[in-house]
């Protein structure tokens, strides 16, 4: 009872800490916010050829409605400056279109249409049929859609918020799944719980703990690791959580070493404005664009004392003033459902049609199948005309004579031999019947360092994560094949389905139970992995094992 | 010193257990190359006939096992093409060449194993270590000739029968695979009465005596001394990694250091050792009739 009381009392002593010197600390920490999002901003408006932020609104983002562009509208919305309309229009369409299978895509979108001030019964219908459906992730955007006003039947806001806690692990955090707590969800959960602080203690006890746990993760640096690499989207999530709590930036509990969560997020921005998903990688959009949200949401928090997500307070001013009762809504994704937009993943940006992929890849094979099927048939007939020649006429030797050009005539038909240009070219065949994305992680962390191999880069990470379109029925393998197609890494695989090898690391090359695995959500399933359909908003991760999988858990 | 095949049965045997022994454990390049082109060579100066029918057997199998590496196998940085999902590599290629031929290698050098050890010889070593391995060597080593001479018998008694037609393909490979099963039934048939005729007559019991003219000259000393210096060369070699090649996934250069470059001499003198012998003992008698 003691330690509760004690808890409680530190949580509210920090908190008047953190307001009463976040005006004097936090300026030149928000100057160095605002110019970081400006580049974001430039990076993106470079990236979709846009000259001003509307006109990105109207373009690429309204393209990619309901495909990846949720963060930044929301993201955007939050400024109030914007139109939304045409953004919207699209959503709607996308929404009537298709039957969005994933209950936290559907959740996103509904959440992007509170922010831009939309009044839909896609909001309630959501928040009524989706809560839950999904694991924690689900919970969580689901909670952040009743703090904002929408309602449903079989959840009210607390209930909600005490299975929440109830789930909580006893070092304090949240994950998917296992024992222990993972700092994305933990920090995702806090954003969905901090507006409810104030319901009863069991919410502000169950958010002390989960603070401790966050930042007992922190880093020398400011930054956390998830699944073992240090990455910017954890600190990005952590901002945004503390910041839903005003909690300042200079508290004492998220600076390490003198390195505060903000510099934990800058250290991995490049000089193009993008972020980076891992230190010295390339630029990531999942991982800029949670830069972008959780940058905005410190100066949100630092500048007025808004809550990131609050949606609605973007458009309704009088609301600010009782912020203390109302919800804040938001959601991250790193974890189950990554918010890259389409333009920079070239796994969904297909430029050809599919109507004409099929007509250059039939011109350029059809070329030297015909002249190999002339051939064939021209021997075949020299040879029939040699034995009819030599007196062998028997109708059995012309028999034998057609069944072996048959054979070589269907060896042809089912290989297609292509130049190693064509093939890596990234020409894939558009996916036609899209019904999710998934995205992809080939690792090795298991053997990172354990010796000279240069095909084992330093940081284990052989594919950074990537997003893939896919269609019904598409395997891990499917998306494997497409993804060494697309980024040029080699493949090996026995009988269609068995992967031997993976960047010319085989398996039984480090000890006889080493290869690969493949897990999907960070499980191991029990199929093989052409046999496997994807679902949307599914991660594969390949990674590297010494040791059947063991060393990986 | 005499020619290679007069040489004493047991230096022969470790001379074959030395170049077979290392050419297996090596898949460098130069060492392949030249265990081929010795053991080659080897086979047409030592049994002094063409065999164009067995070369070019040999070389389909070579075809044969070359190009299915890189079919099954698509290791290697240097894609040459794509066939379906699946690239062709050169190192895969290469890889499938090299293993080949170190296979075909090995398989005249066998060639010439038959040839020269014949079953008298086989027996007087191993008749002193253990009678009935000598009694198996020596059938088994009798079986394939057996097989041929029988093979010609039975095809010979079908065309007398006048089941073949010479116009037809099918009816030929008919033919062909009911000689096929004739033969299967034939040498299990006989290896049973033959086993039971060598057991009546007593092989096997006990150790049994043999005359032989094999003595271990001066000559044969010299040679072992020839072959085992070599051998200890690439063995130390082969140890210390001096002779190492990866094809995999890009291929390494091949080293010139002073110790591999020793160790390819040492290989390329071991592989043409019968050559060389054959063709000393050649001028020697030359040299000997111009004298007369």
Redesign the interface.
Known sequence: MKKKVLSVLSIIVTAALALSCAAVASSSVSDIAASAVEEIIGYELGLSGASSIQEWIDGELSDNAGKGSEWFVITLARSGKYDLTEYLRSLEGYIAENNIPSATSRQKDALTMIAAGHESPYINETAENSVGKQGIMSMIYGLHLLNNGAECENYTASKLVNELIGMQYDDGGWALMGEHGDIDVTAMTVQALAPNINENKAVSEALERAVVFMSEKQLEDGDYQSFGTKNPESAAQVLIAVSALGIDISDARFVKNGHTLIDGIMKYQLPDGSFTHTEGGNSNKTATVQAFMALTAYRLNAEKGDRFYDLTKSFDPERNTERDNNENITSEQQITTAPETTASSPAVTTKSSGNDYIKTEYGKTSDYKIIAYIIIGAAAAAVCIILFLL????I??F??VIILAAGAVCFIFF??????E???SGDFPEKTDIVGTVTLTIRCDTIAGKDKNE?VPANGIILDTKEFAIEKGDTVYDIL?EAGRKYGI???SKSGGYVA?IN?L?EFDYGDLSGWIYHVNSDAPFVMCSEYELSDGDKIEWLYTCELGNDLM | MRGFAELNPAVLMIYYLCVIGTAMFSMNPVIITLSLFGSLVSLIVLEKKAHIKLHLSFLLLFLILAVINPIWYHNGVTVLFVVNDSPITLEALLYGIFAAAMIIGILYRLRTFTLIMTADKLLYIFGRLSPKMSLILSMALRYVPLMRTQTLKVRRTQKALGIYRGDNIADTLKGEMRIFSIMATWSLENGIITADSMAARGYGEHRRTSFSLFHFSKGDLIFLILCIIPTALIIWALAAGEADFTFYPAMSGINSSPLALTCYISYGFLSFLPVLLEWKEELRWKYLMSKI
Request: net charge positive.
């Open positions: 007196k062998k006429r028997r059995s030797n028999i034998a290989t297609d031999f292509r130049s190693k064509e093939y890596y095909y094949t080699q493949l090996e090898g010319y085989y």
